[in-house]
């Protein structure tokens, strides 16, 4: 697993609580993952991983942060968007497929994305 892989990756039923969430906002079932944590991680033994969530909605691509990652580049079957703002941390057991790797320069704008989210100058 290397920083910058979109990987799918299996959430389960979104919930809160005992309850299934209808209307949340926190990602659930199975959907690709851009894994945004420094390699240097990526390489111990530690068993979580940081990544933000793909969304094929292109709605979302107006939120601050967010970034355009077309099918060609992604391998995946639809244009989709890198939501900056939605980072998690989950078990490494998570990532089931890896899909493909994007390019330095997407890279970068979802570095500058993460900032903005961050509040990082």
Avoid at 81 to 109: F, G, N, P
Wanted: aromatic share 4%.
């Amino acid at each position: 697993m290397i920083r910058g892989e979109i990987w799918l990756a299996e959430f389960g039923i979104p919930c809160a609580g005992n309850f299934v969430a209808r209307n949340g906002s926190e990602i659930g079932y199975s959907r690709p993952v851009l894994i945004v944590q420094d390699d240097g991680f990526n390489e111990s033994r530690i068993k979580t991983i940081v990544v933000l969530p793909l969304t094929t909605n292109l709605r979302l691509l107006d939120a601050p942060g967010n970034v355009l990652i077309k099918k060609k580049e992604s391998k995946l079957k639809e244009d989709s968007v890198i939501i900056a703002a939605q980072l998690y941390t989950i078990d490494r057991s998570r990532l089931k497929d890896k899909h493909s790797k994007v390019t330095k320069e997407t890279m970068e704008e979802v570095e500058m994305g993460m900032k903005l989210v961050l509040g990082i100058n």
